[in-house]
């Protein structure tokens, strides 16, 4: 699957292929082997290309037939073709200046050139008609505007159609655009026409090389070879299967790294492909500097042939590259995030362009991206997306139509909806399991606490989803509960007595709780939290094989600490500076019980090194401060009614009147940014990190919780979430449902 690279063949670009003259007579082709293909693969309505072809690619099916009438003429061969061929022009010429009708790239300019040239050959086109003269004066004003500009994405797109322009062209302008391989644009029939004016060794060598590759036949592009395997591995990662895949994918990008590294051109050429690569590198590990994509900057995009061409597809993945920011100073990115987002907006702001009626699900899938940061959403959320945007009939067009086979892989699909369905039925069996415990815990009872199972269940579903993670989804899902409830008693539930007396309870551990608790809610959370952390134990246990139930403890004796540290603020009206509510607020906000309990659970071992390790505090705070600014600039007007401080109006209380509510904020948000960033740094670092990968996505991945919940307003406090939660976790995904809109 990975190893081999399948692409339709183009019957243009094997049309011009053909019409290469042999060097020993002019009268005899280069390649026969390619006119004998044209002769044998003309579709029963007398024109050439895909059978099927989709009803909007009429004008792709008109530009493939004329080329292949032309190179049959060229070679006084195939007259019964030629007839139907130009029948079939005849009857659909009309289709040439609609425009609801998708054009083929330079089709405004190749297809009238080619018409002069079935003109000189005297071959019976309606001369005078009004479509004709529609198509030159189309052809004349768009070469008199783009001469007029002469832009640097104008030089790259006439040299790109030069079959279009023929003898008028400047050869040595347009040679300057040939690669290593010896091909221009690793486009076939620019090539070809290029051989026969220039006589480039390179590019006799390229073709020569195609046909050794694909026989009588060619592709509309190639090589592909890099960007089709690596979007493979991004369709495997957005589908939520590429756990099934890990040997193909490591296979796939280690050879992607070496060739970055050589800088190979099949992925510094193209932007697309090789911002996928460093976007894909990056992820997973591999040391891979931004300061490669500043040749696709803005000025520099649209100077391209992709920039002139408003490539939509490029321009995506480069965001989608833009946003793995992780050191301060790739400014590189920054600026590519911005034009990207911007241009993106604007090319879908109104109705869809020409390209993309043949593949509306881009349109669905810029939305996503630009709606769904990769920092604010959940895998399975991510994943349920991909599968509806998915398109199975991946047609895209250059100067043909084509499609390459390995992309759109229908069986991806399938896959991905059956592991999606199978996983959520075991994580429905679960939620009901949950349900009891909530019940069997008595913590129904407490009428103080807010009772968000669904979410905290959700979040765990959402990241944790694979059916072996049984135990530590469970344990983020109870966790998550308890911390809530434990918020809720220290905020308003209970006593500053009961508080003390549930902290003394966790520190002494060994005792009875009926009678050593001063009331039945300290009985109910204590009894919860101890059975709880015995549980983690039990299961870390056999995945460790060591005890960490000490270690668990110790975890929820500091959040209790600093919630009791909040609560005597609250409790003496004072208020702490900026410095002391942080150093406590990372821990009160409650991800230890939920994140770090779980890194015994996710798989790997964890040393007792590595929980001692800077590395691990490092990550454990970085997550916890960003998550507690998320929370407090969402949450501060409500607590400030309260009489509750958090950091945005202790920010106001300490600038003594210099500070604005605005500012303030805009401060919390740039910390986050710089916080967050830097713990995607420490998760994606390999060199002289002691804490597993597998340890380190907890932190990333509650960190994407976080900013799913707090990224527009309190979304864990408030109710409107449950469709999305209902989504992972309630309403499986119907396959025929998904194809019926393809």
């Known amino acids: 699957m990975f190893n081999k690279v399948d692409l339709s063949v183009s019957s243009y670009d094997t049309a011009w292929v053909a019409m290469v003259p042999s060097p020993n007579s002019e009268k005899e082709p280069f390649f026969p082997e390619c006119v004998n293909w044209l002769l044998d693969n003309q579709l029963h309505d007398g024109s050439w290309g895909p059978p099927n072809l989709h009803q909007l690619l009429t004008k792709d099916a008109l530009s493939s037939t004329l080329a292949c009438i032309l190179a049959l003429k060229q070679w006084s061969v195939g007259e019964k073709q030629i007839n139907k061929g130009m029948h079939f022009i005849e009857s659909n010429l009309a289709s040439a200046t609609d425009e609801e009708q998708p054009s083929p790239v330079g089709f405004d300019i190749i297809f009238p050139a080619m018409i002069e040239s079935a003109m000189s050959l005297n071959m019976n086109l309606p001369q005078g008609g009004s479509t004709l003269k529609a198509l030159f004066h189309r052809r004349d004003f768009e070469l008199k505007r783009g001469y007029g500009s002469n832009s640097e994405g104008w030089k790259a797109y006439i040299a790109y159609i030069s079959e279009g322009i023929g003898k008028s062209q400047d050869w040595k302008m347009v040679m300057k655009y040939q690669r290593k391989n010896g091909s221009l644009f690793n486009s076939p029939s ?75 051109e099949d992925i510094f050429s193209d932007a697309g492909t090789c911002a996928m690569a460093f976007r894909l590198l990056r992820v997973n590990g591999y040391d891979v500097s931004a300061d490669r994509l500043n040749q696709f900057s803005e000025d520099h995009f649209f100077d391209s042939l992709g920039g002139y061409l408003r490539d939509t597809d490029a321009a995506l993945e480069l965001f989608r590259a833009s946003e793995v920011i992780i050191h301060p100073d790739e400014s590189v990115l920054e600026k590519q995030n911005y034009w990207t987002r911007n241009f993106l907006k604007q090319e879908f702001s109104n109705n869809l362009t020409q390209p993309h009626r043949i593949n509306k699900h881009i ?81 129904d009872k407490l009428i103080f606490a807010r009772q968000r199972l669904a979410y905290c269940y959700f979040a765990a579903a959402g990241t944790l989803f694979p059916p072996e993670l049984s135990d530590a989804r469970i344990s983020w899902a109870k966790n998550g509960v308890l911390t809530t409830v434990v918020d809720d008693f220290f905020d308003v539930g209970g006593s500053e007595e009961e508080l003390v007396n549930l902290i003394q309870l966790v520190e002494k551990w060994d005792v009875n709780p009926r009678t050593d608790s001063c009331s039945e809610n300290v009985e109910i959370v204590f009894s919860a939290i101890k059975s709880l952390v015995s549980e983690i134990g039990i299961n870390a246990f056999a995945r460790q094989e060591r005890s960490v139930t000490n270690h668990v403890i110790e975890i929820w004796l500091d959040l209790l600490k600093a919630m009791l540290k909040e609560a005597k603020w609250l409790i003496n009206k004072s208020a702490p500076t900026m410095e002391e509510y942080m150093e406590n607020a990372y821990v009160s906000f409650a991800l230890g019980p939920n994140v770090l309990s779980n890194l015994y659970l996710v ?19 970085l997550m916890s401060t960003f998550g507690r600014l998320l929370n407090d600039m969402q949450s501060y007007k409500r607590e400030a009614v309260e009489g509750k401080l958090n950091a945005v109006t202790l920010a106001m209380i300490h600038g003594n009147g210099s500070v604005s509510e605005e500012e303030a904020i805009n401060e919390m948000k740039s910390i986050i940014t710089s916080k967050r960033r830097e713990l995607q740094r420490l998760v994606l670092q390999d060199k ?55």
């Not at 290029?194 to 480039?200: L, N």
């Not at 991905?416 to 959520?424: G, Y």
């Open 603 to 621: 798989g790997p071992k964890l040393s007792e090194d590595a929980v001692r390790s800077s590395e691990y505090y490092h990550l454990y705070r």
């Open 688 to 742: 002289d990190s002691v804490v597993p990968r597998a340890c380190k996505d907890l932190f990333w991945n509650m960190g994407n919780t976080l900013h799913l919940f707090y990224e527009r307003h309190d979304g864990y406090t408030a109710h409107d979430m449950m469709k999305t939660v209902n989504e992972v976790t309630e309403e499986p995904i119907i396959l025929n449902e998904l194809q019926s809109r393809k």
């Open 363 to 443: 349109g669905l899938e810029v939305d996503d991206a630009l709606k769904f940061p990769s920092y604010a959403t959940l895998g399975r959320l991510s994943s349920r997306r991909a599968m509806i945007s998915y398109n199975t009939n991946s047609t895209r067009i250059l100067k043909s139509s084509y499609r390459c086979l390995n992309i759109g892989n229908e069986d991806f699909l399938k896959m991905a909806v059956e592991d999606f369905n199978m996983c959520q039925s075991i994580h429905r069996e679960e939620l009901e399991h949950l349900s009891r415990w909530v019940i069997e815990s008595r913590l």
């Open 190 to 264: 620019t090539t070809a026409s290029a051989y026969t004016h220039s006589k480039s060794a390179g590019c006799l060598d390229y073709l020569c090389a195609l046909i050794e590759k694909f026989g009588n036949a060619v592709p509309t592009v190639y090589p592909l070879d890099h960007y089709a395997r690596l979007s493979m591995v991004s369709t495997l990662d957005s589908l939520g299967i590429d756990r099934h895949f890990r040997e193909e994918i490591r296979s796939v990008l280690d050879e992607t790294y070496r060739c970055w590294l050589q800088g190979d």
